[in-house]
């Protein structure tokens, strides 16, 4: 999640992602893969992104 809230991302066990942007849930889903700190995308249209994991990352797992 962005400090402003703009962007939330689910990354499940199963190795799939779920998008939420700008209050549009669902914005875009797809596939992703965790290198160190590197976490590629590609989603379901086919459209390939990369990004960061920083040390303030907040990570949860549903349900807890």
């Given at each position: 999640?962005?400090?402003?809230?703009?962007?939330?991302?689910?990354?499940?066990?199963?190795?799939?992602?779920?998008?939420?942007?700008?209050?549009?849930?669902?914005?875009?889903?797809?596939r992703?893969?965790?290198?160190?700190?590197?976490?590629?995308?590609?989603?379901?249209?086919?459209?390939?992104?990369?990004?960061?994991?920083?040390?303030?990352?907040?990570?949860?797992?549903?349900?807890?």
């Amino acid at each position: 999640m962005t400090r402003t809230g703009f962007l939330h991302q689910e990354l499940t066990a199963d190795g799939r992602y779920d998008e939420t942007r700008g209050g549009r849930t669902h914005a875009y889903q797809g596939r992703f893969w965790i290198d160190g700190d590197r976490v590629d995308y590609l989603d379901d249209l086919v459209f390939r992104a990369y990004g960061g994991v920083s040390r303030a990352t907040n990570c949860t797992t549903p349900g807890t």
